[in-house]
């Protein structure tokens, strides 16, 4: 009974480390441009991310309503989107903009400004996004 016990375990262990995705998604970033060298409140720059498309906290996954830019701005943090093909609409997800986030950041450092395009976001293409103070 033990030796069944001790199998089933060692069993699982196994199956459960082949089940975890091998790679974590990244986010494609380009033309990643530093714009200053000071770092902004992780807090307020954290609850700027939230705003855009007029609030993605909680459980809204993607940006609503196709607008064609939109702003998310908290205290003297602001965060600016827009498609980079002209008259285009947004429809990010909530996990494509935190990981462009994350991927800018990993080039700029932590809550550093940044101008920055991100791979897809629009219903034709890539978004411009700009990340600094309002």
Known sequence: MQFATIFYALAMLFVCAFAAPLEVRQEQVSDVKCTSTTALDFHTSNVALLQICGGIAGTIEKCQGAPTSTVGQSGNVKFTIKPAVA??????????????????????GQNIPFTARFAGGAAKGDTLVTYGTA
């Open 87 to 108: 008259g285009d609409t947004l429809n990010i997800s909530k996990g494509r903009w935190e990981q462009g986030i994350k991927a800018a950041f990993a080039v700029c």
